[in-house]
């Protein structure tokens, strides 16, 4: 069980937590995020340091200790265990007004980032301790690990994992850190922002579980972002492959990697809602349930990348020394179009950018423009549901589509169009393929 940012983020959801964990006695292993805002914060403070403004980062951390010691005095009722959680904050502040005081590297920003899961697992395990909740703490930094190309290992972390859990014959609840891991050098690392979903896929993996559960604060993956279009609704069932599309094209629901342990590994994943904790969810497994469309989600910040030549024509080899180009300097592409004399294609940061267009000018002329949205719809067999091409372009008139991708997936169709007609081209799909206002 996994229980993200917010549902641990206040005093009264970490009860509630309490409750959903202790809910039936099976056993299982709870997977916290940091409390909402503190990664954020912990970001900001590396940041600060990095720039070597140190007076910023100092004023940040003081905030951060206060509203910590708030959130105990409200989250424990006993003074024991009052002193005990001020006690692990006042650790975890002072290990950061240590690295105040020493040179910054990155090695260190990653340890400042791993204060966050490490404070909220071992609060809530006070407060379990307070309750008399017999559990067990788990250190993630012990079992959870990437290697030399931060790719994390089933089968490493199930060894790591099941020889700490043998050391604790007969506790049916383990608590552990999101997020943070060892990588190959053995520094506290961690899997990018939103691992914890990772986090929890790859232990559920390595544990034989027998279904990973995701709480956050909305009740499933819906058919559409419910924070842009009114009416959406929870889809009841994923296959593994759709979930991957939509977490990849902006469902922020979920962490796009956190598929492939479930998937490879055959736990079922739900989605949960821990505000609504009866609510059914979604559930993502093997088979999708029905065929169709199910949902439609956004990715920003694209940019799009034409290449043009005359020169294209009837010339193989062409495609390749683009995408080579795009190899040398490690940028994915997502969308990709072409024509007898054009290639467009579209990329989702622009780390690179410059680099790639001056080694692309000797191909053709190069056209870059930004702050595109691609818009995914999503659904088992999609590409081979009658009329459904119609459907998306007649729902869509006025909105200036730049490309298309179809066919190259079968549960995925994927336009681009400018960001600015992004809550447009949602609205208007919600209204022709479900039917909602
Ligand atoms: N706390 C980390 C973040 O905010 C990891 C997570 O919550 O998934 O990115
Ligand atoms: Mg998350």
Redesign the pocket.
Known sequence: MKF??TSVGRPERMHQVADLVTRDAEPKIVVL??L?G???TLVSIGESMAKGDRDTAREVIERLEAHYHEFITILLSQDASRAKAGAIIREHFEFLRIILRISFNDALSKDI?AQ??LMSTKLFSVYLEEKGIRHELLPALEFMSIDAYEEPHVPEIRQRLEAILAKHPGVGLFVTQ??ICRNARGEVD??????????ASLIAAAAGASMCEIWTDIDGMHNNDPRIVERTFPIEQLSFDEAAELAYFGAKIL?PASIWPAQHYKVPVRLLNTMQPDARGTLIVEEAGSQGVKAIAAKDGIIEVRVKSSRMLLAYGFLRKVFEVFEKYRTPIDMITTSEVAVSLTIDHATHLDAIVRELEPFGDVETTRDHSIIAIVGNQIAQTQDILARVFSSLSGVPVRMVSYGGSDHNISILVPGGDKKKTLQLLNKGLFGLD
Do not use: C
Request: hydrophobic share 10%; aromatic share 8%; net charge neutral.
């Open positions: 993200g940012g995020s940091a909402s503190t990664t954020n980032l966050g899961e999101g997020y961690n899997l990018k922002r939103g691992g914890s979903d990772y986090s962490h």
